[in-house]
């Protein structure tokens, strides 16, 4: 099996943060500059699947759902699904922007993955909710298609590559996610998984480990 890992076009809150205060976030859009980005991935994508039809599974968030149309591949997929467990962190209420910045400050300080965030969701929830996907991705019969790909979000991206390859918290932790519409492709030959190319990486690991 191979997974394409996708992560959405530039959205409006990657680039006015406020954004969050009167939209939704499953509600925000690309900006123009995300469709452009989305509409130049799509070509590499197409080159990255090398003529196989994948089975598709998108974040229902309003930007992951518009990166793939604009990826322009729809015909070339053998099937599309919607999947809830694929979504952004959930952050709770953000309409107030002092209490925002609060909360990211504390996140940032306690840990990305075990900060539970008011009304939302630790890193350790996302991590549990890819693990049940992974796990039903792994049940599928032969005629599931060997080839996948995820459009989703950073920080889900970062952990379904945690589960994939059991990686520390303290390695996912010192990871940076991918920036907007950037993937990464991991395969598994037998029993191993592969990764193309490693997440960079802003600080060294705690424990040494490094990315496999």
Same mark, same amino acid.
């Given at each position: 099996?191979?997974?394409?890992?996708?992560?959405?076009?530039?959205?409006? #809150?990657?680039?006015?943060?406020?954004?969050?205060?009167?939209?939704?976030?499953?509600?925000? &859009?690309?900006?123009?500059?995300? =469709?452009?980005?989305?509409?130049?991935? #799509?070509?590499?994508?197409?080159?990255?699947?090398? #003529?196989?039809? &994948?089975?598709?599974?998108?974040?229902?968030?309003?930007?992951?759902?518009?990166?793939?149309?604009?990826?322009?591949?729809?015909?070339?997929?053998?099937?599309?699904?919607?999947?809830?467990?694929?979504?952004?962190?959930?952050?709770?209420?953000?309409?107030?922007?002092?209490?925002?910045?609060?909360?990211?400050?504390?996140?940032?300080?306690?840990?990305?993955?075990?900060?539970?965030?008011?009304?939302?969701?630790?890193?350790?929830?996302?991590?549990?909710?890819?693990?049940?996907?992974?796990?039903?991705?792994?049940?599928?019969?032969?005629?599931? &298609?060997?080839?996948?790909?995820?459009?989703?979000?950073?920080?889900?991206?970062?952990?379904?590559?945690?589960?994939?390859?059991?990686?520390?918290?303290?390695?996912?932790?010192?990871?940076?996610?991918?920036?907007?519409?950037?993937?990464?492709?991991?395969? =598994?030959?037998?029993?191993?998984?592969?990764?193309? =190319?490693?997440?960079?990486?802003?600080?060294?690991?705690?424990?040494?480990?490094?990315?496999?």
């Amino acid at each position: 099996m191979r997974i394409i890992l996708l992560r959405h076009a530039e959205s409006l #809150g990657n680039v006015d943060e406020l954004a969050y205060t009167r939209i939704p976030d499953h509600a925000l &859009p690309l900006t123009d500059d995300g =469709r452009e980005q989305a509409r130049l991935t #799509g070509p590499e994508i197409e080159e990255v699947l090398d #003529g196989q039809r &994948p089975a598709v599974y998108v974040s229902p968030y309003l930007r992951t759902r518009e990166t793939l149309r604009l990826l322009d591949i729809r015909d070339t997929c053998e099937r599309i699904t919607q999947e809830p467990r694929l979504r952004e962190q959930d952050w709770g209420n953000l309409q107030d922007p002092q209490e925002q910045e609060v909360q990211k400050q504390r996140r940032h300080e306690f840990g990305h993955f075990f900060y539970r965030l008011p009304f939302g969701e630790s890193g350790a929830d996302v991590d549990d909710r890819v693990a049940a996907f992974l796990s039903e991705l792994g049940a599928c019969g032969e005629d599931h &298609p060997d080839t996948v790909l995820v459009v989703s979000h950073g920080l889900t991206i970062r952990l379904l590559c945690r589960r994939l390859f059991g990686w520390s918290i303290e390695l996912f932790e010192s990871l940076s996610n991918p920036t907007t519409c950037e993937y990464r492709v991991v395969e =598994r030959v037998g029993d191993k998984w592969t990764l193309d =190319r490693p997440f960079r990486q802003w600080r060294d690991s705690p424990d040494g480990e490094t990315q496999i």
